[in-house]
Every structure is written in structure tokens, then in C-alpha cells.
């Protein structure tokens, strides 16, 4: 039996607003909402917390968020760039904060209004000048407007090199949806799909079908960290942080990176997987449950394929499979798209033993953020 690695860090709670379609409140009452609820179910008080690490991306400032969710004085405070690339990066800072004695804890957050409010899947927008901007310059007059069209330019190579034909992508559809379909607070509650209804989902960028894509949705998630002596007394079991990494490839873009490599291959997976089994010792074969970045399906099934679950080209047929059980929330093709951060509570659930898909003894969860930009990842492990 592998024994991992001491933790210097914990999460210890979690707290999510309602996901909806339409939520009628502002971004940053969603944030005080689900920061307020994390204290709380930590078993701690608002004036407890002396961190908060959210996304570039969000539009509530820290010491806003502070002020509506009743918490004191900060010492720690920071944000993570690349959107859902930032998620588990978020925990990653907080874990630095504790472990260095800097804040005792840090409660990361992440609240938007991503279906009412601003769309991402809306496509380019006027941007202010910046080197990101830049980038982009180069793919906007091909067409490339929108985030589904730039996965489907790695989505057709993928299938390309590995000789598999779309329908490959219905099977991490179809895994997240039946899982979605018994969690009372997904989205997609009571509606599971079969690889049928994936089939004759519309196209949104060839070889992409609607149901390869995920949610917009509004709401909010945040996550309270502490320290492994202090999470011990606590009121849950506390999920130990054995690993987490950042991770960016050679010539890195933001889901545009056409020109570095093999395309069908997310390098900056590979920089994080790399990490995170040397910094905690495990492997695969040690992962009870894995949470992966699913903005879009084929990048579920690249995940797998360079953290070592299975061999180029052999994701579907490992999902298909269920050797692994996977996104056990829905996702955020099922449950919600919060950018990543409902995915961490779920591994926080699995390992406290509450998910309403719970895997029997589940140990320890892998925990991926957005595949196709800078990313990051976790390990977590249950105590004892």
C-alpha cells in the first residue's frame, strides 16, 4: 500500500448558492452567499476567516466580498488568471497562505451571473488592448469566435490521429448526465441522456453537438482551507490537500494554441499531472474517484489519457468502461458551470462520504481545472 505524503493544508468547508438559469441577484450577493454558507458549514463564524482567493475573472473584489459576507480583518488576499483554469489554483494559494502561516483561513470563491448576466459562449467580444488580445487577433478573422470553436479544432484532431469518429464524446455525456440526474442539486436533475440523444444533439462547432458543451449557469461555490491540526477539530472529516500544481506548456495560449505541438494532446495537463503524482506519491491506480475540467467533452477524455488512466485514443472506451468513476456530481455538463469550483466540493463530498453518488470508501480524488489554457490540479485525500 502506498502511504502519500503529509498535508500541509485542508479543505474543510464547502457552500454553494442554488444553480439556476436566471438568478435574479447581483454577482457579488452570490459570493457573500456561498462564502457565508462554506463558513458556516466548516463549523467556523465569519470573523474566523483571514483569506480570500478568487479568479482574475470575477467581478467581486475581496475586501467587497469581506464586507457582505461579515468577515474581519484580511491577511491574504490574491486572485488566479486563465478562467476555469484558476480553480484548483485558487485552493493551491490558500494552501501556500496556511502552510507559510500567512492567513490561518482562506476561503476561496468563485460567483457569477454566466447564463442572465455575460455568456461566454456568446463568442469575442470588444476587448481592452492586451497581449491576450493580441493572440486572439490572429484566429478572429478564420471565424474562430468562441470557445466551442477553438475546441473543435482540437476536438477534429483528436480524432484524426486516434481514427475514432465523434460519437466517442457521447460516452462522457452520457456518464455525466446519469450521475447528474441523481443529485438533487444539479441542474440536470431526473434527466439522464443515452448516447441516442447525444447523437441527435444539434451541431455547435463540427465535431462538437450541443450536448459536448457545457451549462451556462449562475450561482456560486466557495471552499474554506485551514490548516490539517485545526481541520481536526472541526466539524467535518477534512479533505487533506496531498497535492496540487499549476501548470502552463511551452508557447502556451489560451485555448488558440494551434502551433505547439500536437494539438490533439493538452501539454499543460501533462505539466500538472507530472506534479501532482510526484508531490504526493500516488498514481493512478490509487484515484477512487476522479473530477475533470468538462467545458467540453473531448478534453474529459485527453485528461484521462495524460494523467495515465489509460493509453492515446483509449479515453472513450475507458469511460465507456466505468473502471474510474467520474464527475459523480453531473459535472458541469450536468450539475453546474461554476468554472470548475463545484467540482472540488464534489471531491471535498466523496471523501467526507456524503455525495449523493457516493463511491464506497473513496480515499482519495483527483481534481482537474480547465484543460486547453493554463491549469491546475489536486490531489485530496481523506484523513486517517
Not at 198 to 207: G, L, Q
Amino acid at each position: 500500500m502506498i502511504r502519500p505524503r503529509a498535508a500541509s493544508a485542508a479543505l474543510v468547508g464547502i457552500g454553494a448558492t442554488p444553480f439556476t438559469k436566471d438568478s435574479g441577484r447581483s454577482e457579488l450577493a452570490l459570493a457573500a452567499e456561498a462564502v457565508r454558507a462554506a463558513v458556516a458549514d466548516a463549523g467556523l463564524v465569519p470573523g474566523d476567516v483571514d483569506g480570500l482567493v478568487t479568479f482574475t475573472m470575477d467581478t467581486s473584489p475581496e475586501i467587497a466580498v469581506a464586507q457582505a459576507a461579515g468577515l474581519g480583518e484580511l491577511t491574504f488576499f490574491s486572485r488566479v488568471h486563465y478562467g476555469g483554469g484558476a480553480a484548483c489554483a485558487t485552493v493551491l494559494q490558500a494552501a501556500l497562505a496556511v502552510a507559510s502561516g500567512t492567513a490561518e483561513v482562506v476561503v476561496c470563491y468563485r460567483a457569477f451571473n454566466e447564463r442572465s448576466g455575460r455568456r461566454f459562449g456568446a463568442g469575442v467580444r470588444q476587448r481592452e488592448p492586451s497581449a491576450e488580445g493580441v493572440a486572439l487577433g490572429w484566429m478572429l478573422p478564420a471565424g474562430l469566435l468562441t470557445p466551442a470553436s477553438w475546441a473543435a479544432l482540437a476536438a477534429r484532431r483528436y480524432l484524426h490521429v486516434h481514427g475514432l469518429e465523434a460519437d466517442v464524446f457521447g460516452h462522457v455525456a452520457v456518464t455525466a448526465r446519469r450521475y447528474a440526474a441523481t443529485n438533487p442539486a444539479a441542474y440536470f436533475h431526473g434527466r439522464p441522456i443515452t448516447l441516442a440523444d447525444h447523437a441527435a444533439s444539434r451541431w455547435i462547432a463540427e465535431p462538437l453537438r450541443l450536448l459536448d458543451c457545457c451549462q451556462e449557469t449562475d450561482g456560486g461555490q466557495a471552499l474554506v482551507v485551514t490548516t490539517p491540526e485545526r481541520a481536526r477539530d472541526l466539524r467535518h472529516p477534512p479533505a487533506l490537500v496531498r497535492a496540487a500544481a499549476q501548470g502552463a506548456g511551452r508557447g502556451q495560449e489560451q485555448m488558440t494554441g494551434f502551433h505547439r505541438g500536437e494539438a490533439a494532446r493538452p501539454p499543460e495537463t501533462a505539466v500538472v499531472a507530472r506534479q501532482l503524482w510526484q508531490r504526493s506519491g500516488l498514481r493512478p491506480a490509487d484515484v477512487d474517484v476522479a473530477v475533470l475540467y468538462d467545458h467540453f467533452t473531448p478534453y474529459v477524455l485527453m485528461q484521462l489519457e495524460e494523467f495515465g488512466f489509460c493509453g492515446p485514443g483509449e479515453g472513450g472506451e475507458f469511460v465507456a468502461a466505468g473502471a474510474l468513476p467520474l464527475n459523480t456530481h453531473g459535472g458541469q455538463l450536468g450539475e453546474a458551470y461554476l468554472h470548475g469550483m463545484n467540482g472540488i466540493a464534489e471531491a471535498v463530498r466523496q471523501l467526507r462520504g456524503t455525495s449523493p453518488n457516493q463511491v464506497p470508501g473513496a480515499a482519495h480524488a483527483l481534481v482537474t481545472a480547465g484543460a486547453g489554457v493554463p491549469t491546475s490540479g489536486l490531489i485530496l485525500g481523506a484523513d486517517g
